[in-house]
């Protein structure tokens, strides 16, 4: 079954670390997204991709950083300039980026604690 | 730019009661709407969307929504609660523009279903 994989479910990062979560996807979908989600703030678009080889920030991109080196791929890294980096981080994809009115299909999170 | 309100970030109803959640939305042009569920530690699924034809849209688990343009309003309700129901809900509204376009989430309404 086509869907989107994030991994790890659950991770955990000592200060100063950087960490990297893994979105991968078999939808042949173009574009993808991350969001961070924090209690009561509903989701912030952390950064975005149209295509392979480019990507955009969204509203929260500080102390974040991504790659699109391959379709299926949209690896987030987290670093340690983000300060306050725990929170539930969601991967998301679509046909067409919104425009058509496919929506986006969501993975199912990776919950990152500071230690 | 479009926007979403969901008024009410949480509501509670009895089991068996009507189920409303609020949607107001803004846009310079007829939008493509949706609405999505959260369960806990889980990513979003869609629940049904509107895009173009009847303003009545139905969707999974008994839900459904009415596009009221002259309200800019797209009220999810299910007639009857069940205890499974207990769940985020977030609505979502993007332009018709192919490409480069977005969804952007309201901040989300938290459902507790009352036994």
């Known amino acids: 079954d086509g869907g989107i994989t994030q991994s790890p479910k659950y991770l955990f990062r000592k200060e100063g670390q950087n960490v990297t979560l893994s979105c991968e996807q078999n939808?042949?979908?173009?574009?993808m997204y991350w969001y961070r989600q924090d209690p009561g703030q509903g989701l912030r678009l952390i950064y975005y991709?149209?295509?392979?080889?480019?990507?955009q920030k969204g509203d929260i991109a500080e102390g974040y950083s991504v790659s699109r080196e391959k379709k299926e791929s949209f690896p987030l890294t987290v670093t340690s300039a983000q300060k306050n980096p725990t929170a539930f981080y969601l991967c998301a994809s679509s046909v067409d980026g919104g425009g058509l009115g496919y929506g986006y299909t969501f993975g199912s999170g990776t919950r990152l604690t500071v230690v | 730019a479009q926007s979403v309100t969901q008024l009410g970030s949480h509501v509670s109803v009895s089991e068996g009661a009507l189920v409303l959640l609020r949607c107001n939305y803004s846009s310079s042009v007829p939008p493509y709407l949706f609405w999505y569920v959260q369960y806990p530690n889980q990513g979003l699924q869609l629940l049904l969307k509107y895009t173009t034809g009847a303003t009545l849209v139905k969707g999974i688990n008994g839900f459904e929504a009415e596009f009221k343009k002259s309200e800019t309003s797209f009220h999810l309700t299910k007639p009857s609660a069940h205890m499974s129901d207990a769940a985020e809900y977030f609505c979502?509204?993007?332009?018709?523009?192919?490409?480069?376009?977005?969804?952007?989430f309201g901040t989300g309404t938290r459902l507790t279903i009352i036994p």
């Open positions: 979502a509204v993007s332009d018709r523009n192919f490409g480069n376009e977005k969804l952007t």
């Open positions: 991709s149209q295509i392979v080889n480019d990507f």
């Open positions: 939808l042949n979908h173009d574009a």
